[in-house]
């Protein structure tokens, strides 16, 4: 296992606040390919922490690669509420560009 995902689980392991160690863990897990990983960190993100809208692209291209286009289409329209709910005009842009993406 590479050390850089070591420190990241140890950080969530020791129940960081912190949501960036989170969304770090989910990224690496991505970046390795390891998407079924990546996914549950980001619900568990995503759940305790629904404003970190930087997590929601991501999170739904962890979706579309386990196939799950439906379930990635509704994270998208969640970050789009979120980013509206916090006058994030360009996140929410780009949330819309990645659902229209998906079809």
Not at 18 to 24: L, Q, S, T, V
Not at 55 to 76: C, F, H, K, M, T
Not at 82 to 97: F, M, N, V
Request: proline share 4%; hydrophobic share 45%; aromatic share 8%.
């Amino acid at each position: 296992m590479p050390a850089r995902l070591e420190i990241l689980r140890s950080l969530v392991a020791q129940g960081a606040a912190d949501p960036f160690a989170h969304y770090g863990l989910a990224m690496e897990f991505r970046t390795q390919g390891q998407w079924q990983e990546a996914w549950q960190v980001f619900e568990a993100l995503l759940q305790s922490h629904p404003d970190y809208v930087a997590a929601y692209a991501p999170a739904a291209d962890a979706l579309v690669s386990l196939g799950r286009n439906e379930d990635a289409r509704n994270i998208l329209r969640q970050g789009i509420k979120q980013c509206e709910r916090r006058g994030q005009s360009h996140a929410r842009d780009q949330l819309q560009a990645a659902l229209a993406a998906i079809g």
